[in-house]
């Protein structure tokens, strides 16, 4: 991870972001996931793509954690995605 830079770790977390925030708006028919997943198996995905990102924003090497970096896209999909499982 070392070789990545703060920008560069960020800009793998939007994939997670865009993810969480398609299906919290479109559910099964989000262009993120196959069609015909049971709910539980799109509740996995988004709990992994919470689980990334919360883990990227702890990476200390590089200094994510530590970065004056606008971290509120991350922040807010974690809440979305945590929010979005709970609800169904």
């Given at each position: 991870?070392s070789?990545q830079?703060v920008?560069q770790?960020?800009?793998?977390?939007?994939d997670?972001?865009?993810?969480?925030?398609?299906?919290?708006?479109?559910g099964?028919?989000?262009?993120?996931?196959a069609?015909?997943?049971?709910?539980?198996?799109?509740?996995?995905?988004?709990?992994?793509n919470?689980?990334?990102?919360?883990?990227?924003?702890?990476?200390t090497?590089?200094?994510?954690?530590?970065?004056?970096?606008d971290?509120?896209?991350?922040?807010?999909?974690?809440?979305?995605?945590?929010?979005y499982?709970?609800?169904?």
């Amino acid at each position: 991870m070392s070789n990545q830079t703060v920008e560069q770790v960020l800009a793998a977390a939007n994939d997670s972001v865009s993810l969480i925030n398609d299906i919290n708006t479109n559910g099964g028919d989000s262009e993120y996931i196959a069609s015909g997943l049971s709910q539980e198996e799109i509740n996995d995905a988004v709990q992994r793509n919470v689980d990334h990102l919360e883990i990227m924003l702890t990476y200390t090497e590089p200094d994510v954690a530590g970065s004056s970096e606008d971290k509120s896209s991350y922040t807010t999909a974690i809440a979305t995605g945590k929010t979005y499982i709970a609800a169904n």
